[in-house]
Nanobody
Framework: QVQLVDSGGGKVQAGGSLRLSCAGSGRTLSTYALSWFRQAPGKMREFVTAINWSDDTIYYADSVRGRFTISRDNAKNTVYLQMSSLKPEDTAVYYC???????????????WGQGTQVTVSA
């Protein structure tokens, strides 16, 4: 079993930055594909970014490419999401997820963090 704890959310003005963290326990995250998803009020959960465990290949949704950066620290068993140039439309609850393969489908991920709220004001 893997337990994931998301943190780092908060309120920020448009153009600002935040760094989210997802700390793993129970098992090492180094053999998992790690992703971030988000869900805004009244909207479906959407894929944000992912990093592959085997070769560190990274994928980004078009809406965040160039503004968000995913990274992992295997020694700390933690994955990060650095968010810059934030926009009001980035407002959502952000969740990290761990699975056996990279996919943009949330249903394929076995483990999820509890979520952390990000609010971007205009």
């Amino acid at each position: 079993q893997v337990q994931l704890v998301d943190s780092g959310g908060g309120k920020v003005q448009a153009g600002g930055s935040l760094r989210l963290s997802c700390a793993g326990s129970g098992r090492t995250l180094s053999t998992y594909a790690l992703s971030w998803f988000r869900q805004a009020p009244g909207k479906m959960r959407e894929f944000v970014t992912a990093i592959n465990w085997s070769d560190d290949t990274i994928y980004y949704a078009d809406s965040v490419r160039g503004r968000f950066t995913i990274s992992r620290d295997n020694a700390k068993n933690t994955v990060y999401l650095q968010m810059s140039s934030l926009k009001p439309e980035d407002t959502a609850v952000y969740y990290c997820a761990a699975g056996r393969m990279i996919t943009t489908s949330g249903s394929e991920y076995a483990y999820w963090g509890q979520g952390t709220q990000v609010t971007v004001s205009a």
